[in-house]
Every structure is written in structure tokens, then in C-alpha cells.
């Protein structure tokens, strides 16, 4: 499989929270450049459209993927926030102009020759990690920065960079990748993943390449297809969902739990 092959044909990271934000918070997404979406996901905006009356809490949900982030009001200060296998819950202020880049997985450290698992479930300071895009950042965004400008200057940022990297394409970790998408995360690593690599080179390769083993990748992509499929409480009660992707309904409210936040219940409310 190519490295700019069927990842984002295959998967469609969700994060449902925007939906339980207040009345004056608004979350959108848009597409970079055709040629880079084989490698980002999206690019992410977050932010109050008047003040609120008390601070804010956002939770981001597991995905996969790996996101940089800042605020526009700020952009002196920008983070990465690695693969995480739970959810994270940040305390915002009452008003807030967040922006983001979400990578889909593997592609930040194909760009960026960065070990994923140095940054799992935690956020960095990115000066610290990628101090050249830090100063990107600093220099071309701004408070008054709109969507248009901030997908024309991550374009410029990131078709410079891709047109300069040499891509790691093994197809052994691509192939069990896309075996572990194709089947909604529904497979036996042990079996499933014989893609011509032993099983402690492919963890080797994952925990670089993703942030975590294939197993944890593989448990959040099932979850993941649970959000797309955005049952209703009536739905998950009469066809008994969590049959037919984990042992029993105990197992699952309990992973839901750790990847979202709350109960299945709670979240298709």
C-alpha cells in the first residue's frame, strides 16, 4: 500500500463533543490542500462567540490521531498533544480562539522523524518538540487571523514541507494498518496482523508510528466506528451493539467509558 494510500478512504476520526458545547461555542473543521490529505485530517477551529459566564470544559475524545494546537489570541504558545488511549478534558477560559491541525495516524512522524510514543497521552510544548513550526506559528498567525488565512498559511507550511521529506513506506505497517481499518478494529493481532513481520518489529513500528501497540490502536478504531455509527439509546438497547464488537455489555460501557467520558447512554442522549 502506498504511503499516501486509503488511510483517510478507510477512517474517519470523530470528535462528537462539539456537540454538547455551549450556545455561544462553535467548532468547525476544513480540508487542507488536496495534496495533503492523505496526510492531515483536518484543520480545526475552536471558539467562543461572546464571552460566557463561566469557564469551559472541553473533552476531547481518543481518535488516534495527533494534534497541534494554540490559541489565536496567544500563538507564542502552541502545543503537540500525542496519541492518547483515554480521553482528555481541558478547563478553558470564558473566551478562547483555539486553532488546530489534526494529523491522521502515522503521518506525524512520517513528516516529522518523531518518535509517536515520546509524546502518548500527554501535550507538549512545541517549541520544545518542532521549534521551527513553533515559530511559524508565532509569526504568520494572530488574534485577527480567519479561516481562510489560517488554511492558506498551513497549506504553504505543509506542501513545503511534504515536497522536501523522503516518506518511510514499509508496506508490513501499512498493510496491518489497513487490515485493522478495513475491519473496524475487529481483529486478532496476533493472527490477523501476518503481514510479514514478526510480531515484537511490528509493536516496534507501531509504537513509533502511531504512539501505541496495535492492540490499543486497534481498540480505539472500534470505538471510533461506534461514534460514526451514532447510535440512539433505543438503538444500542434493541440491537444490542456492543454484541457484536466486544464480549459483553459490561466490557464495552466500561472502554466507552475510558475513551469518552461517559456511559453509551450519556453520550447518544
Not at 36 to 43: D, F, G, K, T
Request: aromatic share 16%.
Amino acid at each position: 500500500m502506498s504511503i499516501t494510500g486509503n488511510i483517510r478512504q478507510l477512517y474517519n476520526p470523530i470528535q462528537p463533543t462539539v456537540k454538547e458545547s455551549a450556545e455561544h461555542v462553535t467548532y468547525q473543521e476544513f480540508l487542507p490542500d488536496p495534496a495533503l490529505q492523505n496526510y492531515i485530517y483536518c484543520y480545526w477551529k475552536l471558539q467562543t462567540l461572546q464571552s460566557l459566564h463561566e469557564p469551559f470544559y472541553y473533552r476531547v475524545v481518543a481518535d488516534g490521531c495527533i494534534d497541534i494546537f494554540f490559541e489565536l489570541n496567544n500563538p507564542e504558545e502552541s502545543y503537540v498533544m500525542g496519541f492518547c488511549k483515554n480521553y482528555t478534558e481541558f478547563l478553558l477560559e470564558n473566551t478562547f480562539n483555539y486553532v488546530g491541525v489534526r494529523f491522521l495516524p502515522t503521518m506525524f512522524p512520517q513528516l516529522f522523524k518523531i518518535d509517536a510514543s515520546e509524546l502518548s497521552n500527554r501535550y507538549e510544548s512545541l517549541n520544545i518538540v518542532l521549534p521551527g513550526m513553533a515559530r511559524f506559528i508565532t509569526e504568520c498567525f494572530s488574534v485577527g487571523t480567519g479561516a481562510a488565512e489560517i488554511k492558506a498559511h498551513f497549506d504553504q507550511y505543509f506542501l513545503k514541507l511534504l515536497a522536501g521529506k523522503d516518506l518511510y513506506n514499509d508496506p508490513r505497517l501499512y498493510n496491518a494498518v489497513s487490515i485493522i481499518l478495513k475491519n473496524n478494529g475487529l481483529v486478532h493481532i496476533e493472527k490477523d496482523l501476518d503481514t510479514g513481520i514478526s510480531p515484537r518489529q511490528l509493536r516496534r513500528l507501531f509504537q513509533f508510528y502511531v504512539g501505541d501497540s496495535a492492540k490499543t490502536f486497534s481498540k480505539i478504531v472500534r470505538f471510533q466506528n461506534i461514534l460514526r455509527d451514532n447510535p440512539s439509546q433505543q438503538n444500542l438497547k434493541a440491537q444490542k451493539l456492543f454484541f457484536d464488537n466486544y464480549y459483553d455489555q459490561a466490557h464495552f460501557i466500561k472502554e466507552f467509558k475510558t475513551f469518552y467520558g461517559t456511559t453509551p447512554g450519556q453520550a447518544f442522549e
